[in-house]
């Protein structure tokens, strides 16, 4: 009975020791799977150098094209602003020529005016009553075309002809019928000179500017108009020239303040 009992108890431990077979099943590792291959956005399989060498291609090509745009961008600017100054300067032109126009005009009225005055209104006019006939009409005509004076060579222009009698004595018939008109010094002399012009002068010729005392359309054809004694007819002028340069600089100042609101709505100057 012991060797039946050792027998099977060695059988049985046996049996215990021998593991048991496993069923195995295949699963599917990640190495095992195929690897895909990476497509491009352009639908070509490359690989990365590739992928990177069409991206700068492309780049490139897009760079071109803003850099075409960005030209021609320019060019419409360009074209824009060209446009824009011929406009101004037509209208710059328009409006000068209205000015001249209306100062014909002006003048005209002037010298309609002055054919009815009689002769003895003038102390230094011709003897007998023909003193605006129709050799004194068209120098007078001469004389409203060329007023307001604009140049330097204007006024010497007009100083040298002051030499010549007739004009002499048709220029203080003009400057009369200004004074009836204005009534004061700086009236008749805004119709004589521009305030443009007159940046250029002063009374005395100070700090390097061209005196107004030595012009004889000043002090001989104005300065007898009027009558005043010379301290008072100096001072008049001087009054002048101010109220000259600050109606300059208002302008000044309207140009820069229109051209600062254009440049905020347009983005240009």
């Known amino acids: 009975m012991d060797d039946r009992f050792v027998q099977s108890t060695s059988k049985d431990s046996k049996a215990k020791v021998q593991p048991t077979a496993r069923k195995k099943f295949h699963a599917s590792t990640p190495y095992e799977r195929q690897p895909s291959k990476s497509k491009t956005f352009c639908g070509y399989e490359n690989d990365p150098s590739e992928n990177n060498t069409e991206a700068l291609s492309l780049l490139k090509i897009i760079i071109k ?71 004194e009409d068209v120098t007078l005509e001469e004389i409203a075309s060329k ?65 107004l005392n030595t012009l004889k359309i000043i002090n001989q054809i104005v300065f007898e108009t009027f009558q005043t004694d010379t301290k008072t007819f100096e001072l008049n002028v001087k009054k002048y020239v101010e109220l000259s340069r600050n109606r300059v600089k208002q302008k000044a100042r309207l140009h820069t303040k229109n051209r600062k609101r254009q440049e905020f709505y347009l983005g240009y100057p």
């Open 65 to 135: 094209k803003q850099e075409s745009l960005e030209k021609r961008i320019g060019q419409i600017e360009n074209s824009v602003f060209n446009t824009e100054s011929v406009i101004l300067k037509d209208i710059i032109q328009r409006s000068q020529a209205m000015a001249k126009n209306k100062n014909i005009r002006e003048q005209k009225v002037i010298l309609n005016k002055s054919k009815n005055i009689p002769c003895s209104g003038y102390k230094k006019a011709h003897s007998d009553c023909h003193t605006f006939g129709e050799i």
């Open 147 to 211: 007023f307001p004076l604009v140049t330097m060579d204007a006024i010497l222009e007009v100083e040298e002809k002051l030499n010549i009698k007739q004009y002499n004595k048709s220029m203080v018939a003009f400057v009369h019928k200004l004074k009836d008109i204005c009534n004061s010094v700086d009236g008749v002399l805004r119709r004589i000179f521009t305030d443009t012009l007159m940046q250029n002068f002063n009374w005395d010729g100070r700090w390097g500017k061209t005196p």
